[in-house]
């Protein structure tokens, strides 16, 4: 197996409200007029990740998978059929539509494809911004489907101000909107499938309203107040030379957060892939340089690397 560092370049999406932060401060590259979205690791159809340096350079991750075995995983992805994560950065310079993701069970069995559980770290938000996270009170299915009709929906969610730092583990059925001028690193299930159940009366490139879900979302919505606090899981544990912080974990992903102030010591083991995704600042890896959004994937069984430099850095793996 040819295991080393992979710079990734990542796929954009230009949605209508989307922002260009994303090109101008953290050098991403698209043809649209906005970038919305840059799927920073990524075995999706609809958007794959292409390797940017080494033996395997432009050639798609999942092409780099399927020759070199699904050891490169790790054995902690054994128990998945599919790569298991899709992370972005996502810019929302406008509201994103009130929406919500099904279960696996229901996802497999309607879409064809695994549900949707995620987390998101606010990267930078304006002054005031704020995102919807559940409901305020328990309400029941009738009054759910009588206030989307009437357009009273938003009457009885939760908005939450944010602050950057801010860690929102949105599990599947759990209604969500990221509200306009927030930043955000999402890691989610490798999945996009998506229920829309409110838009704010936009139109989309043809003129006409966006596609509504609103049949779907009524089955698969918990119509509860979220479950989950909004900040890290874990405290900050101070090292030599770099700090880490446990955002978030469930079965599908693990995230840390790690500050390099000079360099820190990780490991892909056998267990597990390790993804990197720089949020500012810049270093290298084992002679691999990154910058302020740059995505790296490390292969299982890489062994220990070493992080030179002083950025803010998301690492996930697989538990």
């Not at 919305?36 to 991750?61: M, P, R, Y």
């Not at 949707?116 to 770290?121: A, R």
């Not at 290298?284 to 740059?294: H, P, Q």
Request: proline share 3%.
């Amino acid at each position: 197996m040819n295991l080393y560092p992979m710079k990734l370049s990542a796929p954009c999406k230009d949605y209508l409200w989307g922002g260009n932060r994303l090109r101008e401060e953290y050098g991403k590259v698209s043809d649209a007029d906005k970038i919305a979205e840059s799927w920073e690791l990524s075995c999706h159809k609809d958007g794959e990740s292409v390797i940017a340096n080494g033996e395997f350079k432009g050639e798609t991750l999942t092409a780099y998978i399927e020759k070199q075995g699904k050891q490169v995983l790790g054995d902690n992805c054994g128990r998945f059929e599919y790569f298991p994560i899709l992370i972005k950065l996502i810019d929302a310079k406008d509201n994103l539509s009130v929406q919500v993701h099904p279960d696996n069970e229901y996802a497999m069995r309607v879409e064809g494809e695994y549900g949707k559980t995620e987390m998101w770290y606010i990267v930078d938000c304006d002054p005031g911004a704020e995102l919807l996270y559940g409901f305020k009170h328990d309400i029941t299915k009738e009054e759910f489907e009588r206030r989307i009709k009437d357009n009273t929906l938003l009457e009885v969610t939760n908005n939450v101000p944010v602050h950057k730092g801010d860690v929102f583990f949105i599990k599947s059925g759990t209604l969500h909107a990221i509200g306009k001028g927030i930043l955000i690193a999402e890691i989610q299930q490798n999945s996009n499938t998506t229920y829309r159940i409110y838009d704010y009366g936009r139109v989309g490139a043809d003129g006409k309203p966006r596609q509504l879900h609103v049949d779907k979302a009524v089955e698969v919505t918990k119509l509860t107040p979220p479950e989950f606090p909004t900040k890290a899981m874990g405290e900050v544990e101070q090292k030599e030379g770099y700090s880490v912080q446990l955002l978030s974990k469930c079965e599908y992903f693990r995230v840390n957060k790690v500050s390099v102030q000079e360099s820190c010591e990780l490991e892909a083991g056998k267990a597990s892939f390790n993804s990197v995704l720089v949020l500012d600042g810049q270093g290298e890896i084992d002679g691999v340089e990154l910058k302020k959004g740059d995505s790296c994937f490390i292969p299982a069984g890489y062994g220990k690397y070493t992080f030179k430099g002083k950025a803010e850095l998301v690492v996930t793996d697989i538990e």
